[in-house]
């Protein structure tokens, strides 16, 4: 991370609005009864927050990681609104890695990595579950690409669930693995009608 680099992502938090709105992922809030509170719950690229804070409301210990300075200062206030609180941690997630087997849960809704380091970074936080923990991750497809619902334009930057088969292969055990369209209401950023991966593992 070159501090000294513009950061696209504080320029695209900047204003007042939240990107993506302030209530949690469909899918997240579908599955989250996977781990029972209090877990601790870690949520790589959270930006503004919404699903970190929403799984504080929901008794979980939750460690918000983002390389937007100007999310995790939007992260801090939201769950201030709703007298929770988040740990923020401000990092690169090509080199960033958590502590191995600390957490019970990572939750990962629309975080597109550069096929780059996709794969190990995905192996780095994978590596934070403890045995039995669960991932469980919402991505765009890349049959999004016909659709203007949100999401990179980039194809490598897409998953597949074959995809995160061969990223997390020996690490997590597949649970579910499913991609399809379905219809997203998050903020300004993510309307209409979408094709997505839905992946859910759990740490061997």
Excluded: C
């Excluded at 080199?95 to 990962?108: K, L, M, N, T």
């Amino acid at each position: 991370m070159n501090p000294l680099a513009p950061n696209p992502w504080d320029e695209r938090f900047a204003g007042p609005e939240y990107k993506y709105g302030t209530e949690p992922n469909a899918f997240l809030r579908e599955q989250a009864a996977r781990f029972a509170a209090p877990a601790a719950v870690l949520v790589p690229g959270d930006g503004e927050g919404r699903n970190g804070v929403w799984l504080a409301r929901q008794g979980h210990a939750v460690t918000s990681v983002d390389y937007s300075a100007q999310g995790l200062q939007k992260t801090r206030a939201l769950a201030e609104r709703f007298s929770v609180a988040v740990h923020t941690v401000l990092a690169d997630l090509s080199e960033w890695a958590p502590q191995p087997a600390a957490f019970d849960a990572v939750v990962s809704v629309f975080v597109h990595l550069p096929a780059s380091f996709r794969a190990a970074a995905h192996r780095r936080l994978a590596a934070g579950l403890r045995p039995g923990g669960w991932w469980v991750l919402e991505a765009f497809h890349p049959a999004q690409l016909a659709f203007d619902s949100g999401g990179p334009k980039d194809a490598a930057m897409l998953y597949t669930p074959e995809r995160l088969d061969a990223d997390f292969d020996g690490l997590l055990e597949p649970v579910l693995r499913w991609h399809g369209e379905v219809d997203l209401a998050e903020g300004p950023g993510h309307q209409g009608r979408a094709h997505v991966t839905r992946w859910i593992g759990r740490r061997l």
